[in-house]
């Protein structure tokens, strides 16, 4: 079983950063990433990595950048120019050949 533990969310003004940050357990984990899911919406894909690539939703490309730390397990997801439609839980998820595995969010919330 691979735990997934996100931390770093927080209260931000409009412009400002947040890094989050999100702790693995376990072993051959290929791919991790972000999702987001804002008050009544669905959880939306914001970026993912793997061993060769990165990829980012159209929404944050050029504010967020999503990078890994192999020897620590763990992914980070820093966030610039944060605007307020950037509010929502960010959820962590790591993928190796037995499964998907879920953290259990943490609150990201920009003030205009």
């Known amino acids: 079983q691979v735990q997934v533990v996100e931390s770093g969310g927080g209260l931000v003004q409009a412009g400002g950063s947040l890094r989050l940050s999100c702790a693995t357990s376990?072993?051959?984990?290929?791919?991790m990433g972000w999702y987001r899911q804002a008050p009544g919406k669905q959880r939306d894909r914001v970026a993912t990595i793997t061993d060769s690539s990165t990829n980012y939703a159209d929404s944050v490309k050029g504010r967020f950048t999503i990078s890994r730390d192999n020897a620590k397990s763990t992914v980070y997801l820093q966030m610039n120019s944060l605007k307020p439609e950037d509010t929502a839980v960010y959820y962590c998820y790591a993928v190796n050949f037995l499964g998907s595995y879920w953290g259990q969010g943490t609150q990201v919330t920009v003030s205009s």
């Open positions: 376990g072993s051959n984990i290929h791919t």
